[in-house]
């Protein structure tokens, strides 16, 4: 029987018409961080270039009944191929013919920028050492594993790049003591109410957002959080409007609801959080087993039970077989201080909720109504919740606070370990390869399994030594011990060389509770074992060679050009830039080497448990000019090095953690003898380690990619940044994160055990900010009447999508600042009309978008925008103080440096500016800006 067509006659007409543009087809994807990507697409390929490129929709649905993942893609990889020969992409080696920026370049050969490079680098390590050489990661994944070896290598400086661009949840570190888990995007089909907070999904998360119109069509409800009416303000069931930065306020306001009404689910509280626990009243501080004992520890701790008085909290399990005291005194002798009264934290936390919190006092704060607060406490208490929060709320100065009181709202509720319910953040490292192949000391399956052998060696050595220690929990100890020397926190760097010291030293612009200046806090903070070894090498180790790889720090540094060119470039000896493309930190640099593209490399997207698959770019048509990809650029580099030095009769140097190192074994180290030397031969040795640790299924391989476009993972990686998902591998259903601690009642890893919102720090308390609250955003920037925010546009999530003219013609092909369309007019700017953004630190100029779902005291400028785009040059970051939070520097239990983790991070969100009309045509914009 013939099978019926599903297309339609114009639909064939059109795909007969595409199948005569292109004469081969392959998978592919794209090898960026744009999560939850791994989308793969259909590669089309005519004449030995991509012409187009096609959703390739090969999902198999995971659990019955739950919709599947295609088609798993957004317009940005659907005009990937655009980019491929436009104007800014780098065909050959340039170097600098004028001043830095002057935008004079000559073209050199791959020998000539090999030998000024190694030379550059050579005399960096002879005059300070390999650290003076500097490198901040990129999200570009195709470029972050010969980068980070290569820095491996050589023992150089790498930054935290997750610190640079802050989509770090310190939020969810302080809670959980870890902030790296994710559901799966099909999970979201589960829900019944979805809270969308501080996140604009139909813009930014277009390969999954249809999994929120699904859960609709079964009957869930959508609420939207935001300062604006955003974009998904139209697929949404409620609208709750809040005033900048006040998100902390409503939250707790939907907690003093829960409590209030009765809405409680005090067993979850109770066994999973802190809440149950014992606090002193005099002090406001847990009551620990060292009050108690002569030999007490200070990470034991106590509930109140209804017949017993005060009995241990087991930090090996929570599962509970009474139900604590949620609101009593107790009276207990204390070393420190004779007998003293105690009280279940709740308590506690109930009686601030019902002083300061009410709907009707928060509505003051936030301006939100009492019955929408009321509305959105009921509702998040009688259904299964998900919070689909952006990272948005990151780069809040406050937004510690307010991630904290969201977390409340779903901890008093039930609302997470279940399918359809919780939270989730950002989350990586679900491929073994990449991190076993680059970890390793030779090639092949073996050294791998070897360096698996290992780490399961130490996982059960810490276990035996502390048999209150879950595998999860002994894999953060694994990882704090060793990840420390991989990646250092940029604050340290920032403050030492960049001019942040002045600005994070100036009161007008902290938090006004923060009692001394920035300085005697991070004398204190440098004396412990988190933040000693980065900043004595930031106060040792002047910067002498910055090497960029897909990065963009002139763009993304809070600060851009105002606080970078003016105090850390003079200090820089060369700048060297490897890209496709011609980035705003590139236009800066000394030499531009030309790399690769997607489709002419081989590389892996982002491995991530949202699409719980890997995807694959390969290598469809040759290289752009003399574009190279990352793996032989580098490894070239390291070779011309050890030439360079045996002409300048050089040996060798020291190594911080491999000790002596002689340069003429640099290439050998970097390359396993030879025999891992460009991407493909990288990705088949990942792919092998893989499929040994049972992380992918058997028999997987380059080819499984190139005949069906992905492989779905087979199990766990071992990586600490994955167990932390803490849930069963979910083979044939949708992934909910965190189930093992209430399935199985593990442990958290944080100072209690337990999912903490009393963080008893010293500091903290001197804060007020021991317990989640509300505090207005600091002048960041200074006095001024508007306050900046950003996000991501309809068309992109990175910089280098910006320029790309398909993605042009969706927005106005240019940067521009949404103004309230009645402020606008009042201070006479027209919509398209230039306006000059100013505040303390800096300013930039750019055209005015008029809109009334714009706050009338709030501005948006979207994320991405290259400085060169602006009229003078100036970008919006020209205006982003770059201010860290000091309470981020205190170590305490759980809150201790954690690579792409726990570290100082700068905040861009609320910004104080004002704004006016640029008189004159665009040649006095760019004077003004200039």
């Known amino acids: 029987m013939k099978r019926p067509s599903r297309t339609n006659p114009s639909e064939e007409r059109l795909r007969q018409r595409i199948a005569q543009e292109w004469d081969e087809a392959h998978f592919g994807t794209h090898c960026v961080n744009c999560v939850p990507g791994d989308c793969p697409v259909y590669v089309l390929v005519k004449n030995g270039k991509v012409v187009r490129e096609e959703a390739a929709g090969v999902r198999e649905q995971v659990e019955p009944g739950v919709p599947d993942m295609n088609p798993m893609i957004c317009q940005k990889g659907l005009a990937w191929s655009l980019e491929m020969e436009a104007p800014e992409r780098i065909k050959y080696p340039l170097r600098r013919a004028g001043e830095r920026g002057e935008g004079r370049w000559e073209r050199i050969s791959w020998d000539e920028a090999l030998t000024e490079i190694a030379d550059a680098m050579l005399d960096a390590i002879v005059e300070i050492g390999p650290e003076s050489i500097v490198h901040e990661l990129s999200p570009q994944i195709a470029a972050t594993g010969a980068s980070s070896r290569f820095m491996g290598v050589l023992g150089g400086l790498v930054l935290d790049v997750n610190a640079t661009i802050n989509d770090f949840h310190t939020g969810y570190m302080q809670t959980f003591g870890k902030s790296s888990f994710a559901h799966s995007n099909d999970d979201t089909f589960h829900s019944d109410v979805i809270v969308i907070w501080h996140s604009n999904p139909a813009f930014t998360n277009i390969p999954w957002f249809h999994y929120m119109t699904e859960a609709r069509y079964r009957g869930a409800e959508i609420f939207l959080v935001s300062t604006d009416v955003s974009p998904t303000h139209s697929h949404v069931d409620y609208h709750i409007p809040v005033r900048h930065g006040t998100d902390a306020a409503l939250a707790l306001a939907a907690c003093q609801v829960v409590i209030a009404e009765g809405l409680l689910n005090w067993r979850f509280a109770a066994e999973q959080t802190d809440l149950s626990l014992l606090v002193r009243t005099d002090t406001g501080q847990f009551l620990r087993q060292s009050h108690l004992e002569p030999s007490g520890r200070d990470d034991r701790f106590f509930h109140g039970h209804p017949d017993q008085g005060v009995v241990p909290a087991d930090p090996a399990n929570l599962r509970l077989d009474f139900a604590p005291l949620a609101e009593a005194t107790l009276e207990v002798e204390t070393l420190d201080a004779g007998r003293i009264r105690v009280e279940p934290l709740f308590a506690r936390l109930r009686r601030m909720l019902d002083a300061h919190y009410t709907p009707e006092q928060a509505s003051k704060i936030c301006e939100a109504h009492p019955d929408a607060i009321r509305l959105l406490a009921r509702k998040v208490a009688s259904r299964?919740?998900?919070?689909?929060?952006?990272?948005?709320?990151?780069?809040?100065?406050?937004?510690?606070?307010?991630?904290?009181?969201?977390?409340?709202?779903?901890?008093?509720?039930?609302?997470?370990?279940?399918?359809?319910?919780?939270?989730?953040?950002?989350?990586?490292?679900?491929?073994?390869?990449?991190?076993?192949?680059?970890?390793?000391?030779?090639?092949?399956?073996?050294?791998?399994?070897?360096?698996?052998?290992?780490?399961?060696?130490?996982?059960?050595?810490?276990?035996?030594?502390?048999?209150?220690?879950?595998?999860?929990?002994?894999?953060?100890?694994?990882?704090?011990?060793?990840?420390?020397?991989?990646?250092?926190?940029?604050?340290?760097?920032?403050?030492?060389?960049?001019?942040?010291?002045?600005?994070?030293?100036?009161?007008?612009?902290?938090?006004?509770?923060?009692?001394?200046?920035?300085?005697?806090?991070?004398?204190?903070?440098?004396?412990?074992?988190?933040?000693?070894?980065?900043?004595?090498?930031?106060?040792?180790?002047?910067?002498?060679?910055?090497?960029?790889?897909?990065?963009?720090?002139?763009?993304?540094?809070?600060?851009?050009?105002?606080?970078?060119?003016?105090?850390?470039?003079?200090?820089?000896?060369?700048?060297?830039?490897?890209?496709?493309?011609?980035?705003?930190?590139?236009?800066?640099?000394?030499?531009?080497?030309?790399?690769?593209?997607?489709?002419?490399?081989?590389?892996?997207?982002?491995?991530?448990?949202?699409?719980?698959?890997?995807?694959?770019?390969?290598?469809?048509?040759?290289?752009?000019?003399?574009?190279?990809?990352?793996?032989?650029?580098?490894?070239?580099?390291?070779?011309?090095?050890g030439e360079r030095a045996k002409a300048r009769g050089l040996d060798g140097f020291q190594h911080r953690i491999a000790g002596w190192r002689r340069y003429d074994e640099l290439w050998d180290i970097f390359t396993y003898k030879g025999a891992l030397v460009d991407g493909e031969s990288v990705a088949r040795e990942m792919l092998a380690d893989s499929v040994a640790s049972g992380n992918l299924p058997p028999?997987?391989?380059?080819?499984?990619?190139?005949?069906?476009?992905?492989?779905?993972?087979?199990?766990?990686?071992?990586?600490?940044?994955?167990?932390?998902?803490?849930?069963?591998?979910?083979?044939?259903?949708?992934?909910?994160?965190?189930?093992?601690?209430?399935?199985?009642?593990?442990?958290?890893?944080?100072?209690?055990?337990?999912a903490q919102f009393l963080i008893d720090h010293p500091w903290y308390q001197e804060a007020g900010e021991d317990l989640p609250v509300h505090k207005e955003p600091p002048a960041m920037g200074g006095h001024h009447p508007f306050r900046l925010s950003g996000g991501h546009s309809r068309w992109s999530i990175h910089a280098m999508n910006m320029t790309n003219p398909l993605m042009m013609e969706t927005h106005r092909g240019k940067p521009f600042v949404l103004i309230n369309d009645a402020v606008a007019r009042a201070k006479g700017i027209e919509d398209d009309a230039m306006v000059r953004v100013w505040n303390d630190v800096g300013e930039f100029v750019a055209p005015a978008r008029t809109s009334p779902a714009q706050r009338p005291d709030g501005l948006t400028i979207y994320n991405g925008f290259e400085g060169f785009l602006f009229p003078g040059g100036n970008g919006s970051n020209e205006v982003e103080v770059g201010m860290v939070k000091w309470l981020h520097l205190a170590e305490y239990g759980h809150l201790s440096h954690s690579p792409v983790e726990w570290q100082p991070v700068p905040f861009d969100r609320c910004i104080n500016v004002d704004c006016a009309r640029v008189e004159g045509d665009a040649d006095s914009a760019k004077h003004v800006a200039g």
């Open 384 to 641: 299964t919740a998900r919070l689909n929060t952006g990272v948005g709320i990151c780069k809040y100065y406050h937004g510690d606070l307010m991630s904290r009181a969201i977390l409340l709202l779903f901890a008093l509720t039930g609302n997470w370990g279940r399918k359809g319910a919780g939270i989730g953040s950002w989350c990586s490292f679900m491929f073994d390869g990449s991190s076993m192949a680059m970890a390793k000391t030779e090639a092949g399956v073996e050294a791998g399994q070897l360096l698996l052998a290992g780490a399961q060696m130490m996982r059960q050595q810490l276990m035996e030594q502390d048999p209150t220690l879950t595998g999860e929990l002994a894999d953060r100890e694994i990882m704090r011990s060793m990840g420390r020397g991989m990646m250092v926190p940029p604050a340290f760097y920032w403050y030492m060389h960049a001019g942040y010291r002045e600005r994070w030293n100036n009161p007008a612009w902290n938090d006004p509770s923060m009692p001394r200046d920035f300085d005697q806090y991070y004398r204190e903070a440098v004396k412990s074992e988190s933040w000693s070894t980065a900043a004595e090498i930031a106060a040792t180790t002047p910067p002498r060679v910055l090497l960029e790889v897909g990065g963009n720090t002139l763009r993304r540094t809070r600060g851009g050009k105002n606080a970078l060119l003016r105090n850390l470039w003079p200090k820089l000896k060369k700048v060297v830039c490897v890209d496709f493309r011609m980035s705003q930190t590139a236009l800066y640099a000394d030499i531009v080497l030309p790399a690769t593209q997607h489709y002419e490399k081989t590389g892996f997207g982002m491995p991530t448990p949202w699409p719980f698959i890997l995807a694959m770019s390969h290598a469809v048509v040759p290289p752009y000019g003399e574009s190279r990809d990352e793996w032989e650029s580098l490894g070239a580099l390291l070779k011309k090095i």
């Open 699 to 754: 028999g997987t391989t380059i080819e499984t990619f190139r005949k069906q476009g992905y492989s779905r993972y087979n199990n766990w990686a071992f990586m600490a940044l994955m167990t932390a998902n803490a849930s069963p591998f979910p083979h044939n259903e949708t992934h909910a994160p965190l189930r093992n601690h209430i399935e199985l009642g593990h442990p958290y890893p944080t100072l209690t055990r337990r």
